[in-house]
T-cell receptor, first 113, second 114 residues
Framework: GESVGLHLPTLSVQEGDNSIINCAYSNSASDYFIWYKQESGKGPQFIIDIRSNMDKRQGQRVTVLLNKTVKHLSLQIAATQPGDSAVYFCAENFSGGYNKLIFGAGTRLAVHP | ETGVTQTPRHLVMGMTNKKSLKCEQHLGHNAMYWYKQSAKKPLELMFVYSLEERVENNSVPSRFSPECPNSSHLFLHLHTLQPEDSALYLC?????????????FGSGTRLTVV
């Protein structure tokens, strides 16, 4: 189940550098956001989430920032490693009757030694 | 393994064939989803099931027919598909529709329609 994304924007970084992946979401009423990572041959995997009452959340080597004013989400990866190479998707929780996740287009992260 | 298993991993079918995709989860989740992932569009939600009842059919053509016989299994029956239906089909599950701590995805079925 590799990620299909021939037309995805690509971020190329050197191993050890920090990476910042950006995402614009669509619905100002969305209250919950998730970053997913999709490696070649796998489905999307949960990385980190954030609720709309927060503007920053940190995990292990990853930080998510939320700017509700401009409907922008970012994922920061510290000391990027070759194993971080993947496609990254942001998703917003849209409560239109019931909760469902709406995904962004994705960004391909390529880590070079 | 994420706990959501999809079979087959790869499928090639002709436009006149009938095939089925299978998804199975033993996470105790009550909601299951089918997504389509293609090169031209972001992940597209196709169907949503909650407690074996379909709650969303997101303008999906009738050549795709979902079935949810119990909360652990979800199928996608395919018939008379078109080449543009070639894509990665992903199954996901969540605790329920109100529990949005993310979905758990399977690895997908790579479908090629010839």
């Amino acid at each position: 189940g590799e990620s299909v994304g021939l037309h995805l924007p690509t971020l190329s970084v050197q191993e050890g550098d920090n990476s910042i992946i950006n995402c614009a979401y669509s619905n100002s009423a969305s209250d919950y956001f998730i970053w997913y990572k999709q490696e070649s041959g796998k489905g999307p995997q949960f990385i980190i989430d954030i609720r709309s009452n927060m503007d920053k959340r940190q995990g292990q080597r990853v930080t998510v920032l939320l700017n509700k004013t401009v409907k922008h989400l970012s994922l920061q990866i510290a000391a990027t490693q070759p194993g971080d190479s993947a496609v990254y998707f942001c998703a917003e929780n849209f409560s239109g009757g019931y909760n469902k996740l709406i995904f962004g287009a994705g960004t391909r992260l390529a880590v070079h030694p | 393994e994420t706990g959501v298993t999809q079979t087959p991993r790869h499928l090639v079918m002709g436009m006149t064939n009938k095939k089925s995709l299978k998804c199975e989860q033993h996470l105790g989740h009550n909601a299951m989803y089918w997504y389509k992932q293609s090169a031209k569009k972001p992940l597209e939600l196709m169907f949503v099931y909650s407690l074996e009842e379909r709650v969303e059919n997101n303008s999906v053509p009738s050549r795709f027919s979902p079935e949810c016989p119990n909360s652990s299994h979800l199928f996608l029956h395919l018939h008379t598909l078109q080449p543009e239906d070639s894509a990665l089909y992903l199954c996901a599950s969540s605790q329920d529709l109100s529990f949005t701590y993310g979905y758990t995805f399977g690895s997908g079925t790579r479908l090629t329609v010839v």
